[in-house]
Structures are given as structure tokens and as C-alpha cells.
């Protein structure tokens, strides 16, 4: 009998990658969603693991270092994703095409066009940020065939960051 119910309770797996530019806040995102709190980090050198566990599904978050010498490993881990979580750090003005520059690369030649991509203004708590109605006016996303969303976040106060995962898992859900 615990075999049939078992069958009933299968928890799906799914890959995802967390990418953006280095101390766009990837990690602290990510530690925000495993503890609820803000937690000082470290750069990610290379790629960082973790596993999120809901009912039935288990994510596998693959956190990529953002420095451009690990970018070069993005490809192969973007490649077999079943969602994308790219972070812009919103207050970074310098670096703000070049940012975008990375995502349209993903978008082009990491990923494949039916998975979920959710794009985060992060540090939204900090002044001198891009708005999000800048950001929309902006962007080349509506050019790309790909299920999307964005969000100001901010991993210091927890704005944002909610909303946006249940945008996320419900689409990664959707697709069985």
C-alpha cells in the first residue's frame, strides 16, 4: 500500500540557475529565501549548490559566480536549466548595459526558449536605483519569445522577494 501512496506523492525535480553580475546580489537573494533573513556574503567563486524543498518540488539552485572569469562556465550549467534567475544589481549604474549585454547573451545562447526567466532589480531598498518602469522602457525582453517577469527586490528587506518566487515556482510548476 505504501507503494500506490507513494506514487501520489512524488516530488519533481527541477534545475534552476541563479546568474548576474558579480555583487549583484545572487547569494544574499538566495540566502534570503533559505533563512528569511539578510546574511553577509562572499563572492561565489565558481558555481554554489542549493536545494530548496517545497511540497512537491525540489529546486536545485545553482548559483553562478558572477566574476567575468567564471562566466565562461555559465553556458553548460544554463543549458540544462529548467528556469533562469537573473539578478541586476539595480543601484550599479556603471554596469548597467553591460549587465544587460549578459542577459541578452543568456537569453540568445544559454537557455532554451520555454523556461521561466524571472528578472530581479535587486537592492531595491537603496537609493539611486533603476525603477522599474525605466527598466521595462529600456529592455529588449518583449523581443524574445520567452515566459517572463520582473521585480524589484531587495534582500536586506525582504521587498519583492515572495511575489516574485511564487511567480517563479508557479511557472515551473506549470511546466510537467
Known sequence: ???ILSLFKKTRKVNIT???LDNAGKTAFI??????TFESTMPTAGVNRETINLPKLQINVFDLGGQEKF???WPQINE??????????STDHERYEKTLEILYD???RQVNDLIPVLVLLHKHDLPNKI???KFLVQTELTDYNIKWACFET???????IMVAMQWFISELEAKN
Do not use: C, Q
Not at 540566502?31 to 528569511?36: I, K, P
Not at 540544462?80 to 544589481?89: A, F, P, W
Not at 531587495?154 to 519583492?160: E, N
Open 131 to 133: 525603477e522599474m518602469e
Open 71 to 73: 562566466r565562461v562556465m
Open 154 to 160: 531587495s534582500a536586506k528587506t525582504g521587498i519583492g
Open 80 to 89: 540544462k536549466s529548467n528556469g533562469l534567475i537573473y539578478v541586476i544589481d
Open 31 to 36: 540566502n534570503y529565501l533559505l533563512s528569511g
Open 106 to 108: 543568456i537569453l540568445k
Open 18 to 20: 541563479i546568474a548576474g
Open 1 to 3: 500500500m505504501s507503494f
